[in-house]
């Protein structure tokens, strides 16, 4: 809390045995005071967090190696202006759907010197993604009449938004439930390699948001502090056109997959970001998901992490929001 000055002039009246006495009606005292008014400050220990936690990626559940990482400046808009701001620097882990296909295939096997076995091996592959993520989010803060009033319990402001993200998407297919049928032997050698049960498929993209549609929903108290952001527009999408399969022994080998350096497209895209921060522990919950309209592939991220103002680095373990 801190104090602002104000000069106060104090108008008394006199009573008389419950008669008012006619020299003192609206008389004023020719002495004025100073008094405080109380402002509350101690929520702009929200406006500058730095985070660092972990992912829970939905697949292997909560790894330390998957690291989480974010810079978030919240700069609200002033009294006399009707704009703010919001960036967003972050590294984080987000998962898509798990596809499950299913498959049919003609394969051979060596049986001795002279002859193989040809055989048609049928199953599933269960297909997962998951995107290790490296992106800027910028978003403004329009005041919405009242709906922005930092005395409502909830304020709501008009978010124009963009964002960069580079995703290193990994594709991982893993065969399950398969039996063999049709095995002929066949006369002559045979040099095909046994297909792996788990393959891994690495790739890259690079997405450009533009974000003309969006609102942000802000609650902040003493306890805790919640932002949501959510936003559609415009998304342009960058492919390298190369890959790198990963092989069971760890080395990679790289392939074209395009036949074209880049290749470009176009969507329509959705975006919904979820930050909640305890204000003394500063122990984070962070959720994302994102998903394009004509290439539909929507992402999911979830964290656990812990908040510090990066204003006071040198004292990370003290309460973002003090107790008074």
């Known amino acids: 809390m801190s104090l602002e000055d104000k000069l106060v002039t104090l108008k008394f009246e006199v009573y008389k045995n419950g008669v008012l006495v006619p020299d003192t009606a609206n008389r004023l005292i020719p002495a004025e005071f100073k008094i405080g008014k109380f402002v509350n400050d101690t929520l702009k220990g929200f406006r500058y967090l730095a985070y660092v936690g972990t992912n829970f990626d939905l697949v292997d559940g909560t790894k330390a190696k998957n690291l989480f990482f974010a810079t978030n400046v919240f700069l609200p808009p002033l009294k006399k202006k009707s704009m703010g701001m919001y960036l967003s620097l972050y590294g984080n882990r987000t998962m898509s759907r798990i596809d499950s296909l299913n498959f049919q295939e003609r394969l ?46 909830i304020q709501l402001y008009l978010s124009p938004s963009m964002e960069f993200v580079w995703r290193r998407i990994e594709q991982t297919g893993e065969i399950s439930r398969t039996f063999n049928k049709d095995t002929l032997v066949v006369r002559g050698p045979s040099d095909q390699l046994p297909r792996d049960q788990v393959t891994k498929l690495q790739t890259n993209q690079f997405a450009f948001n533009i974000g003309f549609a969006g609102i942000t929903l802000i609650h902040e108290s003493k306890d805790i502090c919640m932002r949501l952001f959510m936003t559609t527009g415009y998304s342009s999408l960058y492919y390298p056109g190369t890959a790198k399969k990963v092989n069971s022994d760890g080395t990679t080998d790289s392939f074209d997959l395009l036949g074209d350096p880049y ?27 994102t998903n394009n309209l004509r290439q539909s592939r929507p992402y999911y991220g979830v964290t656990l992490s812990k908040a510090f103002n990066f204003q006071n680095i040198g004292k990370i373990f003290q309460p973002i929001i003090a107790r008074p």
């Open 108 to 153: 051979t096997s060596r049986r001795d010197d002279t002859s193989y076995y040809s055989f048609v091996r049928q199953g599933s592959v269960k297909m997962t993604t998951v995107s290790d993520n490296l992106g800027a989010y910028v978003n403004g803060l329009i005041k919405l009449g009242g709906a922005s009033n930092p005395s409502n319990l």
């Open 263 to 289: 290749e470009k497209k176009w969507d329509m895209f959705f975006s919904g970001k979820l930050w909640i921060t305890e204000a003394v522990t500063g122990i984070t919950l962070q959720a994302e998901v």
